[in-house]
């Protein structure tokens, strides 16, 4: 039995992680700002993440076996995790994004995510003062999908609303393929990547990328309506999923690490007709 402690696990995977760590006979606490009460059978400390007093407060002298940490968006959080969890943990494991991959976030808020989730990974892993506080591994998801209304995103909604309603998908004239990840299979990821000793950052993604056009074309034959695409000018913003660059994820180091993963075309048509149920469709 581990001894785990998730921060954030309040909503979609972060949910099933908890459950499942906790259905695996980890013992499980969840640290948050108390705005959800976690599942029967796990632990539940309060504070605001950014408040160091509040952060030793909570904690007291709990120790854990690995931090897995959902919620770290900037390097002045991963700082005070850094400090906070020093000699608290023997494992730190960030939930990071693909985002980081990124050549060229469209926006000014897509460029801040991604700077912010890259610099938190460089605090958490880098060199510090004396020896590591612990060993460190950020995961970096694939576009997470499934769920029905707890994809909270919408992006999976933006396709089934739009071509259902016959509504043109706005592409770019020759997309890329993008890398995708059941919200399910993310969870059990990282709770396997919980109990190994490897560090690094490592890409979860389930096997096969697909372009906006193929997606498109799966919420098509969902719908029963044809999907229509409207070309966007280059530089100009397109429905989510339509990339001009390429950053799809290799998931082979994880492979050779020893999990395996899940292929897309498995499980998204059922993502897809639970977005398309949620919305009555």
Request: aromatic share 8%.
């Amino acid at each position: 039995m581990r001894k785990i402690l998730v921060i954030g696990g309040s909503r979609y995977f972060g949910k099933h992680l908890v459950t499942l760590a906790r259905d695996a006979g980890d013992e499980v606490t969840v640290l948050n700002r108390g705005s959800a009460a976690p599942p029967p059978g796990v632990g539940r400390l309060v504070a605001d993440r950014d408040d160091e007093g509040q952060l030793l407060a909570a904690l007291g002298g709990r120790t854990f076996d690995t931090v897995v940490d959902q919620v770290c968006y900037t390097p002045r959080q991963a700082a005070l995790a850094r400090k906070v969890f020093a000699g608290r943990t023997a494992r730190y494991v960030m939930t990071s994004t693909m985002e980081v991959h990124d050549p060229a976030p469209p926006t000014a808020e897509a460029r801040a995510y991604a700077e912010g989730k890259r610099r938190a990974e460089a605090v958490l892993g880098g060199p510090g003062e004396g020896d590591d506080p612990f060993g460190f591994v950020a995961v970096r998801t694939a576009h997470v999908l499934g769920g029905g209304r707890e994809e909270f995103t919408g992006r999976l909604a933006h396709y089934v609303g739009r071509i259902a309603a016959g509504t043109p998908v706005d592409v770019h004239e020759a997309p890329y393929a993008t890398s995708f990840v059941h919200h399910h299979e993310i969870a059990r990821f990282l709770r396997w990547a919980a109990g190994q000793s490897f560090t690094g950052t490592v890409d979860a993604a389930s096997h096969g990328a697909l372009d906006v056009r193929a997606l498109s074309a799966l919420v098509a034959e969902r719908v029963g309506r044809p999907a229509r695409f409207r070309v966007v000018q280059p530089g100009a913003p397109a429905s989510p999923f339509s990339f001009d660059r390429d950053y799809a994820l290799d998931n082979g180091p994880s492979t050779e690490l020893g999990y395996r993963f899940g292929r897309v075309a498995d499980w998204l048509p059922g993502a897809i007709g639970e977005t398309a149920a949620a919305l009555g469709i």
